[in-house]
């Protein structure tokens, strides 16, 4: 679904308000220094006006870590 707010908050102190495109895609690079490599962070999503998520993971807390390999 088109134009759906995406927050992105890190435990680095980072964020970003993303909206998803015609598919309902959206996508946040970030380039992480050596010294923040453990970063969480939170992604919530907010329905827009007259939709309802459907299901738990929509509109919900979504946490994904990422490591350096």
């Keep these: 679904m ?5 927050n992105i908050t890190g435990t680095d102190g980072s964020s970003a308000t993303l909206s998803t495109d015609i598919n309902g895609n959206y996508r946040y690079q970030t380039s992480i220094p050596s010294a923040l490599v453990d ?7 907010t329905d827009l ?21």
């Design 2 to 6: 088109r134009g759906v707010k995406v």
């Design 39 to 45: 970063v969480t962070y939170t992604i919530t999503e």
């Design 49 to 69: 006006e007259n939709y309802v998520s459907i299901s738990d993971a929509d509109g919900g807390l979504i946490l994904i870590k990422l490591l350096e390999l």
